[in-house]
């Protein structure tokens, strides 16, 4: 199967949640997917970002490899901080080490804002501006998203995506007493 990091994918409404939904379906262990797992993937990623992020984060100068693994740390305090929180178990120690990732690689900085440094300014805005608190999980997908709706009604990261699949699964699905199947977006 082919992947390209389409509009969609770009849902989180921040970096910083785009980065941490590059796991999808991390809920579901038999299918949760990492999609930075594949080099190739994360090579293509900073471009797609740039163009389109919702933060808009302009030309991100490739990721050094070295730094790898720093993103990926960082990606995981991301999605552990504002995950938890938004169910409602915020906890210290989880905002912590989300600082402590952020600074990390903002001290890694590099001669030109890359991946990394552009992730750590985006998680340090989310992580002290109004925006958390429009911060939700999807039904679907598992992914954070930030609801910019004027009444927060939102359910899915995506109506075109999640919306549609988990309509559709339930419509297919009706027999099997409602119980809806997660799909890989
Ligand atoms: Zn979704």
Known sequence: ????????????????LDVANSVVLRHITEKRMDRFADPALLAEFPAAASKLSAEKPGDLA????????????????IDLHFRTKTLGHENREAL??????????????????????ATARSA?????????????????CGWLFIDRSKNRSR?????????????AS?????????????EET
């Open 1 to 16: 199967m082919t992947f390209d990091w389409t509009a969609h994918r770009f849902s989180g409404g921040a970096l910083a």
């Open 62 to 77: 490739a990721l050094h490899p070295d730094d790898v693994p720093l993103l990926i740390a960082l990606r995981e305090a």
């Open 96 to 117: 912590a080490t989300l600082l402590e990732a952020i600074s990390a690689c903002l001290r890694r900085g590099r001669a030109e804002e890359n991946l990394l440094t």
């Open 124 to 140: 340090l805005r989310l992580a002290s501006g109004a925006d958390q608190e429009r911060m939700k999980i999807c039904a679907n």
């Open 155 to 167: 359910t899915w990261c995506d109506m075109a995506v999640c919306g549609n699949r988990v309509k």
């Open 170 to 182: 339930r419509y297919y699905a009706a027999r099997r007493a409602g119980a809806f199947q997660a």
